[in-house]
């Protein structure tokens, strides 16, 4: 995540960029650490997770987009967790363009992920 700042920083778009960092209420997912970098600019973004415990067999986890207008989220696809390292870093852009700044949440869903959340989130961030 320093480096895609870095490299907005020498582009001297920084300020097209969002950091936003998502927390959770629930037990279980108490110790991951997520953050989720997205350049509107060129509609891609970055994601780092730490601490993701393996989905159970049958499931993925999947990042959103929650768009500022309150409009159905979008995905921005499916987090694979390393499996010895409990964690994942994705590149990934929409499945259609977003306007403007945005929220993210990770959910649970099927795997393959799904085309709009149907499984519990587990994290949010702004």
Sequence with gaps: LASALAAANERGDKAEMQISF???EIE?????????????ETQSGLERVTG???PEPGKDYQ???LPSDESAPVSAGVLKVEKDQNSCFVKFQPASKIQGA???AVSIERTGGMPSP?????LVGR
């Design 22 to 24: 998502l927390h959770t």
């Design 118 to 122: 149907e499984g519990p989130v587990i």
């Design 28 to 40: 279980t997912y108490s110790q991951v650490l997520a953050a989720v970098v997205w350049d509107d």
């Design 63 to 65: 990042l959103w987009f």
């Design 52 to 54: 993701l415990p393996m």
């Design 102 to 104: 945005t929220n993210f």
